[in-house]
């Protein structure tokens, strides 16, 4: 099932801030938030018109770009689009992995990005990708790769590991990140992260494209040394608007988007 045309009107709602996460209790206690893959800068809808945005796969004729349709081992009898070797270590299985496709290990904390080729019938929010998505879907896990990089460790912005993938090379997260620093706080993935991004079809441009993400996460904020936990995987989704720009896509905003997930 690959998903269809679909009116997204942009100005989504602002997404939870880094580091927004507040004191709820005694010494220790943080209320937990959810980490998108990148902090939002999407303007709020009451101060942008209200805009119809839809796009779809982005065909691109580079004869430089590798051959993203490989078999799956697992399915030999099947073959779909896969991720280029640079983006991660593919792996057999992941949290949150139930269809046949690419599954790439992120980050060892446990990121990991999956695209599916073939439709889950017990999870209506998978839903198929084509090869000619796979730039820009890349682009998108790196863009998540870096952002988790960031928020697992020191919570400060590496200009020259955004700059690949984020538009303003990260510049538009360090006062979310400043923030969570001065309180002590640092991510965790906990039980995982599954993206599992796709494009909007139909109406895509080769400047522009819009992603969504149902993702699967585990993701909250700690205090430093506080013991980790370990819960259940849950539904997020979101919107990003990729842009292309001096011959790379790159990630220019994100946002929650409940209709990212069915």
């Given at each position: 099932m690959r998903r269809a045309a679909w009116a997204l009107v942009a100005g989504f709602s602002m997404v939870v801030g880094l580091?927004?996460?507040?004191?709820?209790?005694?010494?220790?206690?943080?209320?937990?938030?959810?980490?998108?893959?990148?902090?939002?800068?999407?303007?709020?809808?009451?101060?942008?018109p209200s805009t119809t945005v839809a796009v779809t796969s982005v065909s691109t004729t580079d004869a430089s770009q590798p051959d993203t349709t490989q078999p799956d081992t697992t399915f030999p009898e099947l073959t779909g689009p896969v991720f280029s070797d640079a983006l991660g270590v593919k792996v057999a299985s992941a949290p949150g992995v139930n269809t046949p496709g690419d599954t790439r290990q992120l980050l060892p904390e446990g990121l990991y990005v999956h695209i599916a080729w073939t439709a889950d019938p017990a999870d209506p929010s998978v839903f198929t990708v084509q090869p000619d998505d796979i730039p820009v879907l890349e682009a998108y896990a790196n863009a998540s790769r870096v952002y988790y990089s960031a928020v697992l460790t020191d919570m400060t912005v590496d200009p020259a590991a955004f700059e690949p993938y984020v538009i303003?090379?990260?510049?538009?997260?360090?006062?979310?990140?400043a923030a969570a620093r001065a309180k002590g706080q640092i991510g965790s993935v906990g039980a995982g992260v599954l993206l599992r991004p796709y494009v909007l079809s139909d109406r895509s441009t080769a400047a522009s494209a819009v992603v969504l993400d149902c993702y699967l996460q585990d993701e909250h904020y700690l205090l430093a040394g506080e013991a980790d936990t370990i819960g259940q995987l849950r539904p997020k989704g979101v919107a990003a608007t990729m842009l292309f720009v001096d011959g790379a896509w790159k990630l220019d905003a994100i946002g929650s988007e409940s209709r990212a997930c069915v």
């Amino acid at each position: 099932m690959r998903r269809a045309a679909w009116a997204l009107v942009a100005g989504f709602s602002m997404v939870v801030g880094l580091g927004a996460a507040a004191c709820s209790g005694g010494a220790g206690e943080v209320a937990p938030v959810s980490l998108e893959p990148i902090a939002s800068t999407l303007p709020s809808a009451a101060t942008t018109p209200s805009t119809t945005v839809a796009v779809t796969s982005v065909s691109t004729t580079d004869a430089s770009q590798p051959d993203t349709t490989q078999p799956d081992t697992t399915f030999p009898e099947l073959t779909g689009p896969v991720f280029s070797d640079a983006l991660g270590v593919k792996v057999a299985s992941a949290p949150g992995v139930n269809t046949p496709g690419d599954t790439r290990q992120l980050l060892p904390e446990g990121l990991y990005v999956h695209i599916a080729w073939t439709a889950d019938p017990a999870d209506p929010s998978v839903f198929t990708v084509q090869p000619d998505d796979i730039p820009v879907l890349e682009a998108y896990a790196n863009a998540s790769r870096v952002y988790y990089s960031a928020v697992l460790t020191d919570m400060t912005v590496d200009p020259a590991a955004f700059e690949p993938y984020v538009i303003d090379k990260g510049a538009k997260y360090e006062s979310a990140f400043a923030a969570a620093r001065a309180k002590g706080q640092i991510g965790s993935v906990g039980a995982g992260v599954l993206l599992r991004p796709y494009v909007l079809s139909d109406r895509s441009t080769a400047a522009s494209a819009v992603v969504l993400d149902c993702y699967l996460q585990d993701e909250h904020y700690l205090l430093a040394g506080e013991a980790d936990t370990i819960g259940q995987l849950r539904p997020k989704g979101v919107a990003a608007t990729m842009l292309f720009v001096d011959g790379a896509w790159k990630l220019d905003a994100i946002g929650s988007e409940s209709r990212a997930c069915v």
